[in-house]
């Protein structure tokens, strides 16, 4: 039985930092592509960075994020790591995480909130 279960959504101040962890279990970890979504309230779910299999994978991020978040993997442990810094308002959203490209699963979603 797949599973990915989300930590580490929190409310946080514009400006703030958080860190996202995504646990896996049920799969062989090492051999998927992990990616990152989110979806605000009334918008579509969008990418938000992706990692490509195997250790020190290439990485792609969405453009609102380029040079704040950084994804990251831990094969040995089954988790995907998604650090946020210089956090804005409009990265409000759930967070999903995603594995693989055709044959996916997904998270249940864990709450960011950026608001003063």
């Known amino acids: 039985q797949v599973q990915l279960v989300e930590s580490g959504g929190d409310l946080v101040q514009p400006g703030g930092s958080l860190r996202l962890s995504c646990a896996a279990s049920?799969?062989?970890?090492?051999?998927?592509?992990m990616s990152w979504y989110r979806q605000a309230p009334g918008k579509e779910r969008e990418l938000v960075a992706e990692?490509?299999?195997?250790?020190?994978?290439?990485?792609k991020y969405a453009d609102s994020v380029k040079g704040r978040f950084t994804i990251s993997r831990d094969n040995a442990q089954n988790t995907v790591y998604l650090q946020m810094n210089s956090l804005k308002p409009e990265d409000t959203a759930v967070y999903y995480c995603?594995?693989?490209?055709?044959?996916?699963?997904w998270g249940q979603g864990t709450q960011v909130t950026v608001s003063s």
């Open positions: 049920g799969l062989t970890f090492s051999t998927y592509v």
């Open positions: 995603k594995a693989g490209r055709w044959n996916v699963h």
């Open positions: 990692i490509s299999s195997g250790v020190g994978g290439s990485t």
